[in-house]
């Protein structure tokens, strides 16, 4: 089943975050594939945000991996593989240890470590239409 939602301003962010989260709450593992400034850092930071995280959110780039407490104590895991040059470089920060865990973990720049991506990892399209807007997309099985 096909998915979409449409970010109209910086305004919508909180409303599409909040949606976002109630279509995907069975998705522990999510991929963001977008190109540079589409917005993936801000969108994860409205995630997390709907998710009651108190620390400030910014983007991995350096770190590879920054950690995060919702609001009821589960950690999120936000990476950015901007950086990486292999996936060996992912492995050495423990990568399936965080996907293993069975918390929230949120991808920026998958495509550099797709080979390592498990197999339940939901990939989320963002674009940027002519009037500014993002749009969301993605796919799952309607098993879900």
């Known amino acids: 089943m096909r998915n979409e939602i449409i970010i109209k301003d910086l305004a919508d962010l909180d409303r599409a975050a909040g949606e ?3 279509r995907t ?4 593992i999510i991929a963001f594939h977008a190109p540079m400034g589409a917005g993936k850092t801000t969108f994860t ?3 997390c945000r709907r998710l009651g995280v108190g620390d400030a959110v910014c983007s991995p780039t ?4 920054n950690e995060y407490l919702t609001a009821s104590g589960e950690p999120v895991y936000h990476f950015d593989f901007y ?3 292999s996936p060996s470089e992912a492995m050495d920060i423990g990568f399936y240890d ?7 973990c949120l991808i920026e720049w998958p495509e550099n470590i797709e080979s390592l991506l498990p197999e339940e990892t939901l990939a989320v399209g963002i674009s940027v239409r002519d009037d500014g807007a993002r749009v969301l ?3 799952e099985p309607d098993a879900l």
Do not use: C, M, P, Q
């Open 20 to 22: 976002f989260l109630e």
């Open 25 to 28: 709450k069975n998705h522990r």
């Open 45 to 47: 930071t409205a995630l």
């Open 62 to 65: 350096f770190t590879i991996v």
């Open 83 to 85: 950086r990486i040059n």
């Open 98 to 104: 965080y996907v293993d865990s069975g918390n929230l």
């Open 137 to 139: 997309e993605w796919s």
